[in-house]
């Protein structure tokens, strides 16, 4: 994921809910978001490359979403993929302390990473470039290829949009539509991060556009509170045009 939005108890009837892009290199095999064949309570859309998930939730009401740590001088060859985090939280059982905790173990294994996590009860995050929080208050939060919160313009404007949009649910048609903006941000506004200025430009935009990469996937999450769930996800083609859509609504299993 190169976005995610998040509202975590900032609305009476849905304790969370998610919005997220995930911008990757269209030639990197995946499989759109359906339950696991070999993980059944795994809700998520799946690297066959790298065998996990980006965002996904499961049947028991746990969240995970992931965003890569951009700073080209810190990655290294033969590391473990990030994916699996997210798929592992989602199918264990440990609690959000207890599985931060084992991130503050294990964390250093892996390239820079971003996570936001949920059990249904507490919202976490941890990052391995030295942040890491929990449980997190209620609040709108935003996460790109920084820490949380940390201002870049997409994060700023999403996290605004957000709050904005929540005012109309159930209606999450807003929802999608704020994940498709574009705009590039003005080069005054933009992170320095270790890549060319012709990327920071083009990885400004919420929705990225390019012929080789660019955001291949949209996802909302709507979270009730009996703990059903809505899980949306679209995909798109090298020039942004939908090419699948898949919804499922989910009642919660207790386990």
């Known amino acids: 994921m190169c976005l995610i939005l998040l509202a975590w108890h ?18 990197r095999p995946s499989a759109p978001a359906d339950f696991w064949p070999d993980r059944p309570d795994i809700l998520a859309g799946r690297d ?38 997210v798929g592992d939280f989602l199918d264990g059982d440990m609690s959000g302390a207890e599985y931060r905790q084992e991130l503050e173990r294990t964390g250093a294994a892996y390239n820079g990473y971003n996570l936001l996590f949920s059990d249904g009860e507490t919202l976490h995050y941890h990052s391995n470039q030295g942040d890491g929080a929990g449980p997190l208050p209620p609040s709108v939060y935003g996460l790109s290829n920084h820490l949380l919160d940390t201002p870049w ?3 700023a404007q999403g996290k605004s949009s957000l709050a904005a949009a929540l005012s109309r649910l159930p209606d999450d048609i807003g929802l999608l539509q704020l994940l498709r903006n574009d705009a590039i941000a003005d080069d005054s506004r933009l992170p320095r991060t270790g890549v060319s200025l012709e990327w920071e430009r083009l990885l400004s935009a919420a929705f990225v556009r390019s012929p080789a990469y660019g955001t291949r ?8 509170k009996d703990g059903g769930m809505v899980f949306e996800e679209v995909t798109y083609d090298a020039s942004g045009e939908e090419t699948g859509r898949a919804r499922f609504e989910l009642d919660r299993k207790l386990v």
């Open 48 to 85: 066959l490359q790298g065998g996990g998930t980006w965002l996904g939730v499961s049947r028991s009401g746990r969240f995970a979403g992931l965003t890569n740590y951009r700073d080209p001088t810190r990655q290294r060859q033969g590391t473990p993929s990030r994916g699996k985090l």
């Open 153 to 155: 313009p997409k994060v």
């Open 217 to 224: 996937s949209s996802t909302v999450i709507l979270m009730r």
């Open 10 to 27: 900032a609305h009476p009837d849905f304790p969370l809910v998610v919005v997220a892009n995930r911008d990757e290199f269209f030639a």
